[in-house]
């Protein structure tokens, strides 16, 4: 039986500070990932919750800091495709495409995940995949992929506003893998930061949105993944992170390294804003 493996990060201060965090040992949790597709996590006051995709099915879990689990909620009885998890210190939303659908979908809950309701509008798209989502700011931020293009939409949760139209990206090159972060430091500082690979390379490129004067950077270059010890065949990008100065880029990467065992490595690099 395959269960999750939790490493948990625990701050023992009040006030963030540029300490090093204190980690514990890694937890095993009573979560059977055995037939995941996917697994998903957003960790707030209320706990950690936890979507696993199944083959037919898309799972809900909350978790405590010990990697004990309740019960599941089944969020869908049916395949999905691209579900992320994201919320605050109140909501949680869970964003994903039926297979069986064209568009996007949203559940949300706002009593730390006992129950579920779906959000009424959907954003615009059509057959959208590698899906992420971020909440700030009473904004909920998405970015999908489709065909060879990543765009971006985005929707404020406090009343019935609709989905901004879509934007693209990645510009006029192809893109591939996208991911979302958010970074609010009060008014004038509301940013939107993605990640992306440029489909059929190693290289992985960003952009930033500003939400308050609804304006774009161009696109920019990130990295491109190299190894000389290691004929490099297939590049993952894995994720990233923000601080207040630089972005993250994590990636994994595979090939035969120098005496012809083929590897799999999972590495990070980080640049200026």
Do not use: C
Request: aromatic fraction near 14%; charged fraction near 15%.
């Amino acid at each position: 039986m395959k269960k999750i493996i939790f490493l948990i990060v625990l701050l023992f201060s009040g006030i963030i500070t540029a300490q090093t965090p204190n980690w514990t040992g890694i937890k095993e949790t009573n979560i059977n990932v055995g037939s995941a597709v996917s697994v998903d996590i957003f960790t707030n006051r209320d706990g950690n919750h936890i979507i696993v995709q199944e083959s037919n099915s898309l799972k809900y879990y909350k978790m405590n800091l010990n990697g004990q689990a309740g019960s599941p909620i089944t969020l869908e009885s049916t395949s999905v495709i691209s579900p992320s998890i994201t919320g605050d210190g109140t909501r949680l939303y869970v964003v994903y495409r039926k297979s069986s659908e064209t568009f996007i979908r949203t559940r949300v809950s706002t009593n730390g995940g006992s129950s579920w309701s779906y959000l009424a509008q959907n954003p615009p798209n059509s057959n959208g995949s590698n899906i992420e989502s971020v909440l700030s700011n009473n904004n909920l931020h998405i970015t999908f992929q489709e065909g060879n293009s990543v765009y971006y939409s985005r929707k404020y949760i406090l009343d019935g506003s609709a989905w901004t139209s879509r934007y693209t990206v990645s510009g006029s090159e192809n893109g591939t893998l996208p991911r979302i972060a958010a970074s609010y430091g009060g008014a004038g500082k509301d940013s939107v930061y993605f990640v992306w690979q440029k489909a059929g390379t190693f290289q992985l490129n960003h952009r930033r949105y500003e939400v308050t004067t609804n304006s774009w950077s161009s696109v920019l270059f990130g990295h491109i993944v190299t190894d000389p010890y290691v004929n490099i065949t297939s590049v993952w990008l894995s994720g990233f992170r923000i601080t207040s100065s630089t972005i993250i880029m994590y990636f994994t990467y595979a090939g035969t390294d120098l005496q012809g065992n083929y590897r799999s490595y999972f590495n990070w690099v980080w640049k200026d804003k």
